[in-house]
């Protein structure tokens, strides 16, 4: 069955600081998804990024960069040069396909709460 | 603007009572999804549906029942089936079924008393 673990449950820094959130997945399909989304103290989750699993290039937006290393089943978030408004529970996810219907569903780890002190 | 709205934000129900979250989306997206978010235990999957009059049962979807009547509406019912129904709900939603991400509302808060 398909599995995300983010095993750091809070992180707390300073600002300026850089933070790696760390996630690692278990997946038999070949072919997947993963993802990032943050939760802001509203609520609402807010995309961040996908990555497919046959690009393993690392990605930078901005402060934000991500690290997909296939070999250790591992997506790691790294914000660099933190900021107070990075407060926030950070998911990772991961597509999975549903063997009864065949339709692709998110599975989520249980976050990680990033605080982030003047 | 295009979005996801779920209403209300917050409520509050007696136990043993039956209650319906409403999603809209105005996005023309084809899939709709409802998760529950419970504290240090991240997003599970109560229901979803790729199409109208179309859904399936997602992981924990015993003491929920759901509708598709409409593209744009997923209504959740959290019957007095459901042992623990106090948690924080959020609808999402996306453009096709199997690829893309999810797009999320607001979320509603239920406190059941």
């Known amino acids: 069955a398909q599995k995300v673990t983010q095993a750091q449950t809070e992180i707390s820094v300073v600002e300026k600081e850089d933070v790696t959130l760390d996630c690692v997945y278990e997946?038999?399909?070949?072919?997947?998804?993963l993802f990032w989304y943050k939760q802001p103290p509203s609520g609402e989750l807010v995309f961040l990024i996908r990555?497919?699993?046959?690009?393993?290039q690392n990605e930078i937006s901005g402060r934000y960069s991500w690290n997909f290393q296939k070999s250790t089943s591992s997506f790691n978030f790294t914000i660099t040069a933190s900021q107070v408004v990075d407060s926030a529970v950070y998911f990772c996810?991961?597509?999975?396909?549903?063997?009864?219907?065949?339709?692709?569903?998110?599975?989520f780890g249980t976050g990680t709460r990033l605080l982030v002190s003047p | 603007d295009g979005g996801i709205t779920q209403s209300p934000k917050y409520l509050f129900r007696k136990e043993g009572q039956n209650v319906t979250l409403s999603c809209e989306q105005n996005l023309n997206h084809d899939a709709m999804y409802w998760y529950r978010q419970d504290p240090g235990q991240g997003l599970r999957l109560i229901y979803y549906s790729q199409i109208v009059n179309d859904f399936q049962k997602g992981d924990i979807a015993e003491g929920y029942s759901v509708s598709r009547e409409k593209k744009e509406s997923f209504p959740l019912t959290v019957t007095s089936a459901q042992k623990n129904p106090t948690a924080f709900y959020l609808c999402?939603?996306?453009?096709?079924?199997?690829?893309?991400?999810?797009?999320f509302g607001e979320g509603s808060r239920l406190t059941v008393l």
């Open positions: 997946t038999r399909d070949t072919t997947y998804y």
């Open positions: 996810a991961l597509s999975a396909i549903d063997m009864n219907t065949g339709f692709q569903k998110l599975v």
């Open positions: 990555r497919n699993s046959f690009d393993e």
């Open positions: 999402a939603s996306k453009a096709t079924v199997n690829t893309g991400e999810l797009f």
